[in-house]
């Protein structure tokens, strides 16, 4: 039933909520026709992304990040919209940071029913599955309200059968998810046998070498299908 109910919603059947561009961008949210220095980035990361997605088969990619404040849910965010803008893809992008959901905030979302809410219920996938105003490509799950028992909720049915449905609504979708930092509670490790790879977020000067290890040891190397470098001091001097 709740393929099914996911299935007829996609793709025009999506209600659609409204978008404010210039909120976004004063939250560091970067577009994809953006000639910035952190759109380069992006795009080179949505190419190495897609790499792994044609030659490997991946469909489920969390953005982990070790520890709190290293800017993962804005990386899950800027990634999902870099990839929406590949013609040949859908994304999904799934806030399942239960404790302190932050993708409907960074993106200015007022969503009338979040994760948080329908994990609890019986509602259909199709329920909590949103699309954006002038993103045709680009769907998102949003957690409105943090999650007292989030533990018990992701590793309970109803989270694998959102990612179940939504691997198999759609042959080219993509699903971003932003998790928990992966060493301050066992959300990640819970979630990481419904997810195919890992994006890993560090920080120049903030992120701990011996974390960035404890990480690669907690999910597997192989993985780890990509890294992020946030607030490098010589992003801004490298350009083609």
Do not use: C
Not at 40 to 61: E, F, K
Not at 155 to 175: C, K, M, N, P, Y
Not at 202 to 223: A, I, P
């Amino acid at each position: 039933m709740l393929r099914a109910a996911a299935h007829a919603a996609e793709p025009l059947a999506l209600p659609r909520l409204a978008v404010d561009r210039a909120g976004m961008r004063a939250r560091k949210v970067v577009f994809a026709e953006d000639s910035s220095a952190a759109a380069r980035a992006y795009r080179m990361l949505r190419a190495q992304v897609l790499h792994r997605v044609r030659s490997s088969g991946l469909g489920a990619i969390g953005i982990v990040s070790s520890a709190s404040g290293e800017g993962k849910t804005l990386t899950a965010v800027n990634l999902a919209l870099s990839l929406a803008a590949d013609p040949n893809h859908s994304v999904t992008l799934i806030d399942l940071d239960l404790r302190r959901p932050s993708v409907a905030a960074t993106l200015g979302l007022k969503p009338p029913v979040g994760l948080d809410s329908w994990l609890t219920g019986e509602q259909p996938v199709a329920s909590v599955l949103y699309g954006l105003e002038g993103f045709e490509r680009l769907s998102v799950v949003p957690t409105v309200a943090p999650v007292v028992a989030a533990s018990e909720a992701l590793a309970g049915a109803r989270t694998r059968d959102l990612i179940e449905t939504l691997r198999s609504s759609e042959s080219r979708r993509v699903l971003i998810a932003d998790l928990p930092p992966a060493l301050l509670s066992d959300h990640v490790l819970t979630l990481a046998q419904l997810l195919d790879g890992f994006v890993l977020v560090v920080t120049e000067g903030q992120t701990r070498r011996d974390d960035v290890e404890r990480v690669f040891e907690l999910l597997g190397r192989e993985r780890i299908i990509g890294t992020v470098l946030n607030r490098s001091s010589d992003s801004e001097q490298r350009a083609y």
